[in-house]
């Protein structure tokens, strides 16, 4: 008999219970490679079906997938003063390419003879390879918009790792597009953030916020970064999902020009947008609890898990009928069913096995449901049990997993809500942000300020907040004040936390 | 107006008419990485139709995904001794993991503080990094069978690249599972083949040959390497998909043992199989002409396009309100339309570029058309037009489109089996080997007549074909004779062709 798994408990350790959670429900895996992990069959399965939605989003609002290659001349980071600041410090070189057998015959040894002329880099993200090749494909304005996606591996050498938080290699998908005007890519930016918001709370029924970065929080080579900041149980913020405008920084890195109708030339206004895998950090550790994974409906492999109790091999042919009669059903309806029939493994180790990996709704058939046209019938997100008739359990199973989805999504955005605060003196906040949460306050809108918000407190600005009447009314106040630091005038308060 | 794109002739130069169709038809083209290509958005839609298809199948006979790191350690090429032969000489190698300013200021180099301990490699293939992480998943004959296959890129450091058929970065699916019976590895090995097969002909509508590789063909660490070999228009053959029975090599190279039901132990068996964007290749070279591509319907992104013929907007209104609805109906019955009713292209240039493309059916409705209620209807394997009604025209483009599909099939087939032939005598074969096509010949079973055949010919031995009613007969000659080289005994005839 296979033995539990007991997980730690989130109020013991809640770093603790993530990591746990990771290997325990076989998402993932350390790998022999420092700091990349094996993603295993069911994690994988769940970024199955984050990939096959995004992907169908994307496509309903006009790109196409492309590929671009792995590898990077290094000349080409430099090209973009900002962009080689933020990412040569971290990247995997490739500087040979052969290997040949050593001295004593048992091993293989590094090629002297075979060094790269440049060295090559890992792409760490792919605007500059991109853009290189956007100068061929980019002469007048109709070859204008282009709107390529491409899904890919990259990799940032991260000195501290966790998976799907922080991993040297990741999954991801980066988005890059090319306009004639300012405002089309400003307008594609937030359009591609507001298709991961949507993602993020009607697939993962993960509520977000979204906003501006400042400044300092800016990726590498932007004039603006858009973001969607998620809250985790334990008060830390996880940014999930960045959109950004480049301005014309790489078209001008990489000579990028358009003849408009006119027949001016300009530079191409660009954006680029990325997930990954880090969503799956997101989704495990916004709905999960001490039991283990718990999974939107619409994201999890397997939705619902048959277990059938019986005590003889007859016992077990009368309810394997009725349970395929119902699979069948269900799977006509386009649920995912599990019939787990296994004799290797107690009922009870079934259980707390599909507890553990999030498995939605878990239907169990024993010798009296079967002689009483009954079900049990449990819910992974609040674990309520019912009985009930066999008759119509399709219909009901169908609405308890829309009821779940929402039910899920709620208890996030309630849950969510309750870490905003509001602050105004610097101790208020040092005393708040100890506890965790999003706090807005106000900042004069300096680096210098910012910096010192972080060295004294470990915060970061995560966002000013977009106008969304959905969100608290806390996090709309755009009165101006004082900075809680300096003094000095503030335009409005942002959003403060401390972020994985 | 854009201007049309010839192509080379295939009869002038097929080499040159394939990179030629490759750039012109948006496909791919070279990067500014050395043999590394950009796969463009028309060619990575060919390619996920590909993905997807074969990923149904993998899954629907019992396949999980899963994703492993991009970076192997050194020393685990070397674990297995013919692995490491095979892989050493052409593989990226990663010995740092940072860059930093240069003295100048106004550049990046490498920073020798940041050297790794051990040299990581870009995974040409997987079979040494997803070994060493079964160690970890395998102990009991439970956990056994695993059947995992991953989507990836991979990176073999070619000297001489051409784009989709031999390129030093590729993306590829590879399947790698692990069993508890020799009998089981050697079952999954030719069920996974015979998947290759049935995507081959019934979706790519490329007929292929079966069959085992010899020795000197296998790959690096298996027992036997089974493989799908096509005929290219040229006469040469393309290895379009293999599948290899790694016995316990693997197992032993990285300690993977497991507990059978009696308790004792023993290593675990392992196959792996793979098809690659090379794929992409085949499908190219043996349907398309001197026109552009011809695209079986089944892979085609585009399956119908639509073309307006008018002389002024009056008319394209009503022409555009007859297509819409056509457009919808196919559209509901699952077919891709495209209806291409922009006015800075000559309908003339349409038709050629859509031609070049490979859009299996072009509808085109002009002003007497509309007056008629007909439509001209071109179908892209014969070019054959023909003027038909409107009404009814959804359920005929239908069948087109099914009719096409077999029709490509067959007339690569019937082609392909026009390039079999069989010679006695190695004059013979000489003669034969210059024209091209795959020769049935007598070999001896040795290494050394194998190479010095490839040697004096250039030509390979392709596969021992296996027993299929459906080749030709010629393929199924099992007769012993006598190697046309040496006069020594010969079991029975095998395939030799040049190759690509």
């Known amino acids: 008999m296979a033995e539990l798994k007991q997980l730690t408990k989130r109020s013991e350790n809640y770093s603790q219970w993530y990591n746990d959670l990771v290997v325990k429900a076989d998402l993932a895996e350390q790998s022999a490679v420092r700091g990349c992990m094996v993603i295993k069959p069911y994690g994988y399965a769940i970024w199955e079906k984050i990939q096959r939605q995004l992907d169908d989003m994307f496509k309903a609002t006009g790109h196409v997938n492309a590929y671009f290659p792995l590898l990077i001349p290094k000349s080409f980071l430099s090209r973009e003063a900002e962009h080689v600041e933020g990412f040569a410090k971290e ?20 090629d002297p003879a075979a060094k790269l002329e440049e060295e090559l880099i890992i792409r760490p993200t792919s605007e500059t ?38 991993t040297s290699e990741f999954l991801w998908q980066e ?25 993020a709370e009607q697939f993962m029924a993960v509520p977000v916020i979204k906003g501006v970065k400042s400044e300092t929080e800016r990726f590498a080579g932007a004039l603006d970064t858009y973001t969607i900041e998620a ?43 990325g997930v990954s895998t880090r969503l799956m950090g997101a989704l495990i550790m916004v709905h999960s609890d001490d039991n283990g994974l718990v999974l939107p409906p619409k994201l ?64 169990v058939m024993g010798a009296r449901d079967l002689e009483n046209g009954t079900l049990e019938v449990m819910r992974r997100d609040t674990l309520e049990k019912e009985t009930l008739p066999i008759e119509g359990i399709e219909e009901y199973v169908q609405k308890l997993l829309d009821d779940m989805q929402q039910n899920i999504f709620q208890k996030a955005l309630a849950y969510r809500n309750s870490w905003i605060k509001s602050v105004d003196t610097y101790d208020e906040f040092k005393e708040e942000i100890e506890k965790g949460g999003f706090i807005l ?45 300096t003094g000095k005038p503030s335009a409005r308060r942002v959003i403060f936390a401390r972020a994985y």
Chains 1, 2 share one sequence.
Request: glycine share 6%; proline share 4%; hydrophobic share 40%.
């Open 300 to 363: 999890a492999p397997i939705q619902v898990v048959i277990v059938p109790i019986y005590k003889n091999e007859e016992q077990l042919a009368a309810i394997s009928e009725k349970v395929n009669g119902i699979a069948a059903r269900l799977r006509s309806m386009g649920i995912s069913v599990k019939y787990d029939d296994s004799d290797n493994k107690r009922p009870g180790f079934k259980f707390a096995d599909y507890e553990l990996r999030g498995v939605p709704v878990r239907l």
């Open 129 to 166: 390879i991109i853009w290189s090749t956007y100068k061929n494909w980019i002469h007048s304005y109709r070859d204008l918009p282009i709107l390529c996606n491409q899904w890919a591996n990259v990799m940032r050498w991260e000195m501290r790792t966790r998976p799907f938080l922080r």
């Open 91 to 110: 990247c995997a070189v490739v500087t040979h390419y052969r290997l040949k057998t050593n001295d004593a015959g048992d091993g293989v040894v590094v």
């Open 231 to 273: 809250m985790m149980q334990d008060g830390k913020a996880l940014q999930s999902g960045t959109s950004h405008f480049l301005g014309q920084n790489f078209a001008k890195a990489f000579d990028v020009q358009f003849t408009d109708k006119e027949g001016k030339t300009d530079y191409v206004w660009a954006t680029s947008w």
């Open 441 to 485: 306050a106000h900042w004069d809108g300096t680096a210098e300020t910012e910096a010192r918000i972080k060295e004294e407190t470990k915060a970061t600005i995560r966002c000013v907040p977009f106008d969304d009447p959905n969100y608290p009314a806390i996090c709309m106040d755009t009165t101006p004040g004082v900075d809680m630091v």
């Open 175 to 199: 988005g890059h597009t090319a306009h004639a005007t300012r405002e089309e890519a400003e307008k594609e930016a937030q359009t591609m953030l507001k298709v991961y918001a949507d993602f």
